[in-house]
């Protein structure tokens, strides 16, 4: 398994964009400058020392050395050896609600937006645990199996949006049979569903769902997004929003009580979102309740150093640059292959 250690380092390979546009502007500026003294073309024999590709081959190098730089500073290494360990810690299912409504804005920036910023919070939060993830609409598929790869987890928040799912709905019964069918058949450790939900267009055989799971002994917990009071939903990539068949805006209400009774059924229990951190802390605080046990997890130890052989290339690279002289040399104007540049 390949990884970096540092991998905060990489943001340095941003500055190799600018770097070659400062050169390429910096080159543009000299050949107009030399174009006021005269032709190029016939300024050249006056100049039969001065070399035209030489300086962008000794850039480049040096633009290659930083690129790889950036690649040492991070420490690349590979896992040579998979290792099963055990940790203390629970199962937990997010379920995702990713219909249209989520697209509301009475929280900022958006429900959805909210909720994903909700979820990476919550994942920070759960060090030896396991974490998994299904989005629902009118239909529930799972986006991440459930695993303690918690890096995994929070990218694949930032793919989620409602064109996941082209059929339309709050189908939360389907999500929470999904949900229990995901957990692992390990006995003994702590399971909880965490629906997160505006709890609109509410479709049949959601209690029937979570009162399975109860007797599975699967806590089921309900965070709402959005507001009593509502918001229109905006229609992606224009400045308007959703209407009905009537042509009036549609208005899309958090439903509360939907929410609660969910909770209540899963013996679990309701909070509310909002843009600060509390319903993040409400929930984890729930979850830690319950108990923890044995989690088996794969993880790669003996990471082996890579930087060695990027070292060398650097090395080399700048040793290269230093070797070739801006100008032409002397002592090589009668060899063809440097006469002609």
Known sequence: MFRFEDPTYLYLLLILPFLAAFYLYSNYRRRKALRKFGDLVLMAPLMPNVSKYRPDVKFWLVFSAIGLLAFLLARPQFGAKPEVVKRSGIEVLITLDISNSMLAQDVQPSRLESAKRLISRMVDE????????????????????????????????????????????TAIGTAVNLAVRSFTPQEGVGRTIIIITDGENHEGGTMEAVKAAKEKGIQVNVIGIGTPEGAPIPTEGTNDYRKDKQGNVI?????????????????????????????????????????????????????????????????LLLLAELLILECKNPLFKNIRLFSNK
Do not use: H
């Not at 199996?145 to 793919?159: G, R, Y």
């Open 126 to 169: 759960l060090e030896n645990d396991k974490v998994g993830l299904i989005v629902f609409a009118g239909d529930a598929f799972t986006q991440l199996p459930i695993t303690s790869d918690f890096i995994s987890a929070k990218m694949f928040l930032e793919s989620i949006n409602p064109s996941l799912i082209s059929k339309q709905g």
């Open 251 to 315: 208005v899309t209400r958090l439903n509360e009580a939907m929410c609660q009774e969910i909770a209540k059924e899963g013996n679990g229990i309701y909070t509310r979102a909002d843009n600060s951190s509390s319903a993040q802390r409400v929930i984890t605080g729930e979850i830690n309740k319950l108990a923890k046990a044995d989690v088996e997890t794969t993880i790669y130890t003996d990471y082996n150093e890579q930087f060695q052989a990027v070292a060398w290339i650097i090395l």
